[in-house]
């Protein structure tokens, strides 16, 4: 079980390459679900990047998953564009500002372009 309060030291720790984490809090509970999930059916996996990707939230294997790890990792891909990359709250899919961003009603109306800046590498 991935522990919540070090999450992303943990996937880090995981993870084939160094680069491999670049997503915000939002989306801790999908990424420990998912984790844990794969982790307890007992099959051989290893993750080499969790990022997002056109808004949604994206998982890459070091290896191909086999059909019931890739429907995990599909189940989460497909929750992320419902929950605010910032929040973890339900949110909804937008491209402004030329950035497709997964966000909720008061995290949207809270971006402004300094706090929001893309950052190359891995997010706080």
């Known amino acids: ?3 919540r309060t070090r999450w992303k030291e943990e996937i880090r720790s995981t993870l084939a390459t160094a680069y491999g984490l670049d997503i915000r809090d939002g989306w801790k509970d999908l990424v420990c679900d998912l ?3 794969i982790e307890a059916s007992g099959l051989r996996w290893q993750l080499s990047r969790v ?3 056109f808004g949604g939230l994206s998982f890459r294997t070091v290896i191909d998953p086999d059909d019931v790890t890739q429907a995990i990792i599909d189940h989460a891909e497909d929750r992320s564009w419902y929950i605010c990359e910032k ?3 339900p949110g909804s899919w937008d ?3 030329g ?3 997964v966000l909720c009603p008061p995290c949207y ?3 402004d372009e300094e706090s929001w800046q893309p950052r190359i590498g891995n997010l706080p």
Do not use: F, N, P, Y
């Open 1 to 3: 079980m991935i522990d």
């Open 35 to 37: 984790v844990d999930r």
């Open 51 to 53: 990022a997002e990707h």
């Open 87 to 89: 929040c973890g709250a």
């Open 95 to 97: 491209l402004s500002r």
């Open 99 to 101: 950035w497709a961003k």
């Open 109 to 111: 109306r809270l971006w």
